[in-house]
């Protein structure tokens, strides 16, 4: 009797062994099944799904098999582990185990989207509403409501947000997107007003972000940043206007049609340095760090004028002489090929096209004729990168 109890039980042992290694082998191959797909694809892991639902889902897809297996091996191997909300891309040749590796790290699908400097607020919001994979919150909302969505009730927006290429998940709202740039353009801001240079004529870091839109506005080229800056400042000190086609260009707003006039520049706007002395009511573009810099640490000099050469950078002037005959030379008599920054190609002027560039006298050449075509405005793309068509929100009056 004790012997065939001894038999029975070696016996069962023996199948439980061989059933346990049987599973073990089933297990194994089934992490080791590749994901049935022909070609990259991407598996969309919902709010609120589960392991268990996602195996399912997958079988009935044709992406996997055994489903039973894989519930059970997540149930005593990995249970407690979270699964991430968000896409995980599947590629031919992936396997289950390696589909596991990915979820556990939530090693889901980014995207990007890059804000460039030099763009309007209109502009931004025109770049997050066309990206599908953002969810969009704001349709419909004045620009006054979208700060209100992102907390910052009152706060004009213009400048207030920094350009970066931003990094997110699909379903990730506007309302998020925007508030990680508007706190980025606040940390940046705040560490170059730590460092900015001794008796700047800026009473607030507001002041120096609208400097740098200028700045910004003005040069695509790193090293004239620092130069651009310090006529600005200079010409502040001395109580003289500004004189900066972008800031007209601005306060056209949709009234600008690639073209500024005479008329444009003697028409008041809270933002025409034409006719008015100091910085305008806010900034007229976003800016990026080295802007903000340069506004904060302008470079040293006597220059008080500038004027575009052609190809994107400028002739810098001490007094009203030189910078009138800088004038005559690269603009007055410009070739028809001439173009005040890089990458935005300029029509051909006729002899009684004024100056062009910032900071310039507008006596210089110009013609009282009001359909006549002013400044080659500084705007638009002087990098290759910036917007071409400025807009500005409502401007407080």
Not at 14 to 26: N, P
Not at 125 to 145: F, N, Y
Not at 213 to 237: D, H, M, N, Y
Not at 257 to 283: C, E, H, K, S
Request: hydrophobic share 40%; aromatic share 8%; net charge negative.
């Amino acid at each position: 009797m004790r012997r065939k109890f001894l038999l029975l039980l070696e016996m069962c042992l023996i199948v439980m062994g061989l059933a346990l290694g049987w599973s073990a082998w089933k297990v194994h191959s089934v992490l080791d099944q590749p994901v049935h797909v022909a070609q990259e694809r991407l598996l969309d892991v919902p709010n609120g799904a589960t392991p268990n639902r996602m195996f399912y889902r997958m079988q009935q897809e044709g992406l996997l098999d055994d489903a039973l297996w894989l519930r059970l091996y997540w149930r005593f191997n990995m249970a407690g582990v979270p699964l991430h909300t968000g896409e995980y891309r599947l590629t031919p040749g992936m396997t289950v185990k390696q589909l596991f590796d990915a979820w556990q790290r939530a090693d889901v699908v980014q995207y990007n989207l890059t804000l460039v400097e030099g763009w309007t607020f209109r502009q931004v919001r025109a770049a997050v509403a066309k990206h599908e994979k953002i969810k969009q919150t704001l349709d419909g909302l004045s620009d006054a409501q979208v700060m209100e969505k992102l907390g910052h009730a009152g706060v004009f927006p213009e400048g207030r947000f920094f350009p970066d290429t931003y990094r997110f998940v699909r379903g990730m709202s506007d309302v998020e997107l925007l508030q990680q740039a508007y706190m980025r353009l606040e940390e940046v801001l705040a560490r170059e007003w730590a460092e900015r240079a001794r008796d700047l004529p800026y009473r607030d870091p507001y002041q120096a972000l609208i400097m740098a839109s200028l700045v910004e506005k003005e040069t695509g080229i790193p090293q004239e940043r620092g130069q651009i800056a310090g006529v600005f400042v200079r010409r502040l000190r001395l109580g003289m206007m500004l004189q900066t086609d972008p800031t007209v260009i601005y306060g056209m707003g949709e009234r600008y049609n690639g073209r500024i006039t005479r008329a444009d520049l003697r028409q008041p706007t809270p933002y025409n340095t034409y006719t008015m002395t100091g910085l305008p009511p806010t900034p007229i573009a976003m800016v990026g760090r080295e802007a903000i810099h340069a506004a904060l640490n302008p470079a040293d000099g006597t220059s008080l004028y500038f004027v575009a050469r052609g190809d994107g950078s400028h002739v810098f002037s001490d007094d009203l002489d030189d910078h009138n005959s800088a004038v005559r030379e690269f603009q007055l008599k410009r070739r028809a090929d001439y173009r005040s920054s890089p990458g935005t190609a300029q029509p051909t002027p006729s002899d009684n096209v004024a100056p062009s560039g910032s900071s310039q006298a507008p006596e210089a050449g110009a013609s009282d004729d009001a359909s006549a075509p002013a400044a080659a405005p500084e705007q638009g793309k002087v990098d290759g990168d910036r917007a071409t068509e400025p807009s500005a929100p409502d401007a407080p009056q």
